[in-house]
Nanobody, 123 residues
């Protein structure tokens, strides 16, 4: 069992930055892959980025590549999502999710989910 808690969301102007955090508890943190997904009103939840259990592999959606950076601190049981050059279309509820070991971009591969944190980008 893994519990996930997101934080760091808020309102920011276009071009600004935010850093989201995902704090995990339960299963050994170093054995889980963590992904970030987002869901805008009326849209499906979509993949944003993920990092492997060891932190050596990452994957990004094309829409955020070069603007977002995922990282993890296994000593703090936390994964971070640094978001820069934010656009209004980045506005959504951001969720972190966890699965054992292997990185995946597929929403259905993730077993555990946080409650989400709202990100709003004004134009």
């Amino acid at each position: 069992q893994v519990s996930l808690v997101e934080s760091g969301g808020g309102l920011v102007q276009a071009g600004g930055s935010l850093r989201l955090s995902c704090a995990a508890s339960g299963r050994t943190f170093s054995s889980i892959c963590v992904g970030w997904f987002r869901q805008a009103p009326g849209k499906e939840r979509e993949f944003v980025t993920a990092i492997s259990s060891g932190g050596t592999s990452t994957s990004y959606a094309d829409s955020v590549k070069g603007r977002f950076t995922i990282s993890r601190d296994n000593a703090k049981n936390t994964v971070y999502l640094q978001m820069s050059s934010l656009k209004p279309e980045d506005s959504a509820v951001y969720y972190c999710a966890a699965r054992p070991f292997v990185l995946s971009r597929r929403r259905d591969d993730y077993d555990y989910w946080g409650q989400g944190t709202q990100v709003a980008v004004s134009s």
